[in-house]
T-cell receptor
């Protein structure tokens, strides 16, 4: 099946710094990717839709200036958490669609100290 | 996007068949029904997808009645490794580019 990777798998950063998370579709091209966040014991919450070559579409309540999304190529989308704070600590998951099926990455655990 | 309702949790024993039902009363004509499995600290994994009647693959079956207002994921002879959260999602992937909204999911616990 299609594979989506994320890097890094886990990251610890200090409050006030920025961190970038990469999402790659390894064996297919994805014009659309999605970013989710998940808190412990909670469901996935869609943050934004990443469109190759255009601006991302953010869900209501998600700060676009805090969560910068760039979809520079058909196989790579990045999520940058700017000026991270402890409340941004979460599990971030990306996904990509190929032929009506959505494939998820393994997730990135972000801890802000 | 149609909202889904599932039981919050279910318990089962090894070797039993487990059926998880999902309600989606507002499902639209073009919506498909997709089930995902998620283990702790991992991304969701696709299990099965269907539009109507019955779909079967090597790991599960999906039963969808004629009115499509609900669906049932059937896991035959579960094992301890099937302990996970199962999500039912509905959406028109073709028109929405794959946008999926996750509900609360069902936490399945399989005991020896």
């Amino acid at each position: 099946g299609a594979v989506v990777s994320q890097h890094p798998s886990r990251v610890i950063c200090k409050s006030g710094t920025s961190v970038k998370i990469e999402c790659r579709s390894l064996d297919f091209q994805a014009t659309t990717m999605f970013w989710y966040r998940q808190f412990p014991k909670k469901s996935l919450m869609l943050m934004a839709t990443s469109n190759e070559g255009s601006k991302a579409t953010y869900e209501q309540g998600v700060e676009k200036d805090k969560f910068l999304i760039n979809h520079a190529s058909l196989t790579l989308s990045t999520l940058t958490v700017t000026s991270a704070h402890p409340e941004d600590s979460s599990f971030y998951i990306c996904s990509a669609t190929r032929e009506y099926e959505q494939y998820f990455g393994p997730g990135t655990r972000l801890t802000v100290t | 996007l149609a909202k889904t309702t599932q039981p919050i949790s279910m318990d089962s024993y090894e070797g039993q068949e487990v059926n998880i039902t999902c309600s989606h009363n507002n499902i639209a004509t073009n919506d498909y029904i997709t089930w995902y499995q998620q283990f702790p600290s991992q991304g969701p994994r696709f299990i099965i997808q269907g539009y109507k009647t019955k779909v079967t693959n090597e790991v599960a079956s999906l039963f969808i009645p004629a009115d499509r207002k609900s669906s049932t994921l059937s896991l035959p002879r579960v094992s301890l490794s099937d302990t996970a959260v199962y999500y039912c999602l509905v959406g028109d992937i073709g028109n929405q580019g794959g946008k999926l909204i996750f509900g609360q999911g069902t936490e399945l616990s399989v005991k020896p």
